[in-house]
């Protein structure tokens, strides 16, 4: 670690230092090479500059560049003033990169004092060490739920109070209707869409039996007087035309969006009058691994990038159905389940929150551990 200024400024009351890297960071060099206690970036593709301390051992791969602080420097600390910075410095030229000669000359603000970097170290791993735990925990429910959901949703476990034998039925004897939208002009992608803007649903809205509203695109206002079919509460949002992994994902539309609009490639589930099925259980049905598999075969098209659901193809699919008081209970279950899982992900997103406000404060120098 080179020291480049000892000026301080008023964003960076710390002397401000420049990377000296190893070599290029090429797979010939590197397989042999056992790194251990030290800092590794990514240097080209869609991850370029993503920045990462590394305490355990390990080899390095051949878009990986190594950085090593010298004596007097707390790895830890080091990488995180790189990483606050890393991707500004990526090359979006083609491929993106940020390669050995572009880090040696990065500069990052540090303390001094090894005990006040290692104190910061120490704050930010325990930060690292809750996000962790944290992690584990969401994924440990998650496996949780899916095993669930195999048990219920198969009937290979009842829950207490129910032993009616299931009637077998096709997705057809309940559906009125598979209505589509319209495709219209977007804006540019990267605008915000706020809540009095009319929007496009774009076909990643639906996912694992979630409909995700914030997937979308806002309407050109040349089209605006073409956009029509709002997502419906208590509805199913199901992706009729896509790539093969993602034809046929489905999602539950839980309230009414006046400002969102279904594209052709989107179809919105109506459901007959006198149906009594329970909709969220039903798109946890289809979101399930088995049904995913039998919807997806229904898909067909000549493109291998591009399949087509037919109509008459998804209805005529047989599900076995509990009856309404089962469907609701089961629903319920899972239901608890991913509110479960959604408060871990907020609390998960906070602590991240507080970690990026706390490197702020202690690598900038506003707030001073020592």
Known sequence: MQKVSEEKTSDYPYPVYSSQTSNNGLSGYYKDYLFED?????TDGANAGDVKYRSGKFYCTNVCGVLISSEGYANRCVAEAFNRVSKTYVSYVGNPKLMNNVVSEIPIALPSSIKEQEAISGVLSDADEAIAKMEMLIEKKKNIRQATMQQLLTGKKRLPGFSEKWKTRTLGDEIEKLEAGISVNSVEDDLQVHADEKAILKTSCVSNGHFLPHECKTIAPRDLNRAKLNPRADSIIISRMNTPDLVGECG?????????????RLWM???KRESRLIVRWLSYLLSHKEYKIKIKGTASGTSGSMKNIAK???LSIVIPFPAPDEQKAIAAVLTDMDAEITAL??????????KQGMMQELLTGKTRLI
């Open 345 to 354: 992900e907020q609390r998960r997103d906070k602590t991240h929150a507080i």
């Open 38 to 42: 030290c800092i590794t970036w990514t």
């Open 252 to 264: 539950y539309v839980l309230m009414n969006y006046s400002n969102l609009y279904l594209p052709d």
């Open 312 to 314: 008459v193809s998804l």
């Open 269 to 271: 589930m109506r459901f």
